[in-house]
């Protein structure tokens, strides 16, 4: 079956643009959590979404924010880029049941640029 | 949130020879995950482990979760050039529906030929 799809795959942006990410998680799987990737810091946990709501957030200024819809696809946002947005970001999706352990399948990512 | 440590950070050895990796935290983890990933790629689920002092083995690779569940190992034998990755742990929080992982920094493995 059909992996994550996450698009773009390269984007640059400039200092004070925003940006939006897209996902697509695999067919079934109701939950989406997004991840930035730095050298410097590893995988962050930003945000994760199951059937439309927000079930859990990582430490990330207001900035960056996202959704799901109905078709558990997802959309992250970031407003007011800085040069130190510049990541990868990496969507991941997770089939969730009571004996779930959280494994998770990860798309190939953003790269995002801040210039 | 828990903490993962890794180590080491970096490694480099030659084509044939053995390497552990180690993953540790002072908290307890529901379940322990191994991921490897390459360079343009995101990560890619290699094993889980969910009982204290649990071993699994893929082929060369040999994962071990600590009876306290709060570390884990990764063991490759007779290490080749295709193993060459980014070896990342993720501790399960949580269970069930409201489970989520914390990843470690990473362990760089370089396999020189």
């Known amino acids: 079956k059909a992996g994550v799809t996450q698009t773009p795959r390269y984007l640059i942006k400039t200092r004070g643009q925003q940006v939006t990410l897209s996902c697509s998680p695999i067919?079934?799987?109701?939950?989406v959590s997004w991840y930035q990737q730095t050298p410097g810091q590893g995988l962050q946990f930003l945000f994760e979404?199951?059937?439309?709501?927000?079930?859990n957030k990582g430490n990330f200024p207001g900035r960056f924010s996202g959704r799901q819809f109905s078709n558990s696809r997802s959309e992250m946002n970031v407003s007011t880029l800085e040069l130190g947005d510049s990541a990868l970001y990496l969507c991941?999706?997770?089939?969730?049941?009571?004996?779930?352990?959280?494994?998770?399948?990860f798309g190939e990512g953003s790269r995002l640029t801040v210039l | 949130t828990q903490l993962l440590e890794q180590s080491p950070q970096f490694l480099s050895i030659q084509e044939g020879e053995n390497l552990t990796v180690y993953c540790n935290s002072s908290?307890?983890?529901?379940?322990l995950q191994w991921y490897r990933q390459e360079p343009g790629e995101g990560p890619v689920l290699l094993v889980t482990?969910?009982?204290?002092?649990e071993v699994k083995k893929l082929k060369r690779l040999t994962f071990q979760f600590g009876d306290a569940r709060k570390d884990s190992s990764l063991h490759i034998t007779a290490a080749q050039p295709g193993d060459t990755g980014l070896y990342l742990c993720?501790?399960?929080?949580?269970?069930?529906?409201?489970?989520?992982?914390?990843f470690g920094q990473g362990t760089r493995l370089t396999i020189n030929p």
């Open positions: 991941a999706s997770s089939l969730v049941g009571l004996t779930n352990t959280g494994e998770l399948f």
């Open positions: 067919s079934g799987h109701r939950s």
């Open positions: 979404y199951f059937s439309e709501t927000q079930r």
């Open positions: 908290s307890v983890f529901s379940s």
């Open positions: 482990v969910v009982t204290g002092g």
């Open positions: 993720a501790g399960g929080e949580g269970d069930g529906w409201a489970q989520k992982l914390v």
